[in-house]
């Protein structure tokens, strides 16, 4: 069986390296924002080439706390994609701020940027384009736009640790940047994890102090803030997995190659990479109009996959208050219905990779 996403596998491949830093963690009796969270945040912001990082408790939390410390608010609306994870939208709601849905590109699966100015009314605040699967967002458009309309923009890149975006990466492009460290993701903790980056100090203070109970110095509260605090433990361990991330993209990288190569034949559309956009495959999306039967097949060849995403956000229960019915965004819809998501991880083996080609190919569909 070659499942879809194999945790261990990366575990033990640095393993001495992690329980040395989780030894040392428990050794010193302080767990929760130390000196391995502060070392963390300069490594990443360093690594992201912004001038902060402050990491938080989650990617949802990023997105919520990097939106408070935007100026965004209830009333206030923001410009996303539904097809995404439903905690890109979760974080608007949590500000208090109201999603507002373009559609994205049948190719690429990304937000449609020439759709965006026709949403934005008095009450946009900010754009919150997300890089999924790890590529980015066409941000010079979308950029021009903001500074026209005097908006903020706010990157998801919780699925895109690394990639880059005409030589900048992601979460570096716009006002602020929101990462996951859920463990699937690229650069992934042993447990929850997020972070911020922004060039803005004031940004950065804010989200450090909304964090930490709106806490500015130890006993004095200057905001109403919420408890969403990286541990060390996982920022110890992050550091570790920093130091590999660069490698193991180039891997990820390296199969999409062999898959594209291997599966240009097969029926299936491949994913495609824009000039000048870096995409670090986080996930390595394919799309057939046999989807199901597709998947049915793979799973009969000892293949893992999954759908990301199955229901658009504006088709989900939860967000049924925004009043958007099916047909209300097409591509979107349609990417839904058709998308199926391989093995791609570091450290799946060549053997391997060859073989999910080869169960692909011999779909009869
Ligand atoms: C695109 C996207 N945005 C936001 C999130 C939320 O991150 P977290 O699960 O760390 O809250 C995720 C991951 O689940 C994601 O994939």
């Known amino acids: 069986m070659i499942p879809i996403l194999e945790l261990k596998r990366q575990y033990l491949s640095i393993k001495e390296e992690i329980d040395a830093a989780v030894a040392e963690v428990f050794e010193s009796g302080w767990f929760v924002l130390g000196k391995n969270v502060e070392a963390f945040e300069q490594e ?8 902060f990082a402050v990491g938080v408790g989650s990617g949802v939390e990023a997105i919520h706390l990097a939106l408070l410390a935007c100026g965004i608010g209830p009333g206030d609306e923001v410009i996303t994609v539904a097809h995404t ?19 994205i590109l049948p190719d690429t699966y990304v937000m449609d940027v020439d759709q965006v100015e026709a949403k934005i009314t008095d009450r946009t605040k900010a754009i919150l384009p997300v890089h999924l ?14 500074t026209d309309h005097g908006i903020k923009v706010i990157e998801d890149a919780a699925q895109a640790h690394g990639a880059t975006y005409k030589g900048q990466r992601a979460g570096a492009i716009g006002d602020a940047g929101c ?3 859920y463990p699937s993701k690229n650069l992934g903790a042993f447990g929850e994890g997020g972070l911020v980056t922004t060039n803005d100090e004031t940004v950065a203070d804010q989200v450090r102090m909304l964090r930490n109970y709106g806490q500015e110095d130890r006993y004095h509260h200057k905001l109403k803030g919420y408890n969403s ?8 361990t992050l550091r570790v997995k920093l130091r590999r991330l660069a490698e193991w993209n180039a891997r990820r990288r390296e199969i999409a190659v062999t898959y594209n190569k291997g599966l240009s034949d097969s029926g299936v559309i491949t994913p495609v990479e824009p ?3 870096e995409h670090v495959y986080h996930l390595y999306v394919v799309r057939s109009r046999a989807r199901d039967a597709l998947r049915e097949h793979l799973k009969e060849q000892d293949v893992g996959t999954q759908i990301h995403y199955p229901i658009p956000v504006h088709l989900q229960e939860a967000y049924s208050d925004l009043g958007l019915g099916e047909g209300a965004l097409p591509e979107t819809e349609r990417a839904a ?10 450290e799946l083996t060549d053997d391997e990779v060859r073989q ?7 779909f009869p569909g």
């Open 133 to 146: 699967y790890g590529l980015t967002v066409d941000m010079d458009p979308l950029l021009e736009l903001a």
């Open 44 to 51: 990443f912001a360093q690594y992201c080439g912004t001038e």
């Open 275 to 277: 000039l000048g956009r």
């Open 229 to 236: 605090r990286l541990d060390e433990l996982q920022a110890a």
């Open 85 to 103: 994870a439903v905690p890109t939208a979760l974080g608007i709601s949590f500000a208090g701020a109201t999603p507002v849905f373009v559609d």
């Open 356 to 362: 999910v080609i080869e169960a692909v190919k011999s």
């Open 179 to 181: 990462f996951s460290f």
């Open 337 to 346: 219905a058709d998308i199926l998501s391989l093995p791609i991880y570091p």
